[in-house]
C-alpha cells in the first residue's frame, strides 16, 4: 500500500483544460473520494493517476517515488472501470487470474491469489460461469476481486455502482466500504452521487471545472462548505442560497423550521409562503417563496412529518419559519464562504 500525491496536475485537450491544477495527497490507506458534477475533470484525473492519459504537466507520485514517465502495468495500481470490463468468453477465474496471468505469476501462485480473491468477495461458487451468468452485484464484485488479485498499492474506482439499481447499489456501498477498511488499501473513488461519496469517503474532493473547490471529510463539506457552489451541489434537496445585502445567505432545508420549533436559541425569523409539499415517509420536503426576497427564489424546508399535518400545508397560505443563527452561512458576491479561513 502507498500514498498518492499529486502537485499542480494539468491536462489540456485542444488548449483546453480538462484538469486545471489539482494537488492534493490521499495518506496510505485512506479512501478518498472524487466529487463533481459530469465533464468536471475526475475521471480525466484518475486516467492520469493510473497512467491512461499524460498529463500536459505537474507531477504524480506513488509512494513518495515520482511516477510521471512510467507505464501503467509499472505504478502498482489497479483501476475498476464503470463497465467493469470483464472478458465474456473467460470464466470468471480466468477473468480474475488475467493480471496475474500476463506477469506471468508461477500457477500455483496464481490459485492462492484467486482462491483469496474469490473467498473475500464470496463468489467462490461462481468461479466456473461466465459473466453473461452473473447477476450486476456479482460481475461488480469480480470484477473487484480482479483488481485486488494483484495486490495493487492503490485501488482506483471510476463510478463503480452506476450501472446498479437503488438497492443493489446500496448493499455494494458497503461491501466496498468494509472490504477497502479490511485491506487497507488506498483507494481513490470517483463519483457524482453524493450520497455514495457522504456514506463511503474519509475524505471528499469536491471538484468543479477541472479545480478542486474544497477537500474535507464528509461532514466539514456538507456543515462547513468553501463555496456556493459547494454548498448547493453537496446536499438533498441542495442548500438554500438568497440574495441579501450584496452577497448571498444560506441555510439548510433541515434547519429551516416553523418558528414554533425553534426555542432558546438565537435565530433570523422568514415569512414563508407554501406552494406545495412532498410527503416522503420519514420526511416531508416543503416548497415556498420568502416575503422579501426574489419570487423566482424556490426554497425548501425539510420537515420530520409527524410535526407537520396535512392540513397545515395549503397552497398560498404564509407561516412564519425561522433558522437558528448558528446555522446560518454567508457568502460574499463572488460566492465564497465569508469570513471563512
Known sequence: MAAVSTRDIIKKFDEIPAVNGISLTVPDGEFMVLLGPSGCGKTTFLRIICGLEKQTSGDLMIGGAVVNDLPPRARGVAMMFQSYGLYPH?????????????QRVPGAEIERKVAWASQMFGIGHLLDRRPRQLSGGERQRVALARALVREPTALLLDEPLSNLDAKLRSSARQEIKQF?????????????????????GDRIAVIDHGQVRQMGTPS??????????????????PMNIVAQN?????????????????????????????????????????????????PKQAITAKLPPAH????????????????RDSALRHFDQDGKRA???
Open 90 to 102: 473467460y470464466t470468471v477465474r480466468k477473468n480474475i487470474s488475467f493480471p496475474l496471468r500476463t
Open 180 to 200: 477497502q477498511q479490511r485491506v487497507g488499501v488506498t483507494t481513490i473513488y470517483v463519483t457524482h452521487d453524493q450520497v455514495e461519496a457522504m456514506g463511503m
Open 220 to 237: 466539514e463539506i456538507y456543515d462547513d462548505p468553501a463555496d456556493r457552489f459547494v454548498a448547493t451541489f453537496v446536499g438533498t434537496p
Open 246 to 294: 450584496g452577497g448571498y445567505l444560506g441555510f439548510r432545508p433541515e434547519n429551516f423550521l416553523p418558528k414554533a420549533m425553534i426555542k432558546d436559541a438565537a435565530c433570523t425569523e422568514f415569512k414563508f409562503r407554501v406552494d406545495r409539499s412532498e410527503y416522503l415517509g420519514s420526511e416531508r420536503i416543503v416548497y415556498g417563496v420568502l416575503e422579501g426576497f426574489d
Open 308 to 323: 407537520v399535518a396535512d392540513e397545515w400545508i395549503r397552497p398560498g397560505e404564509w407561516h412564519s419559519f425561522a433558522v
Open 339 to 341: 469570513g471563512r479561513h
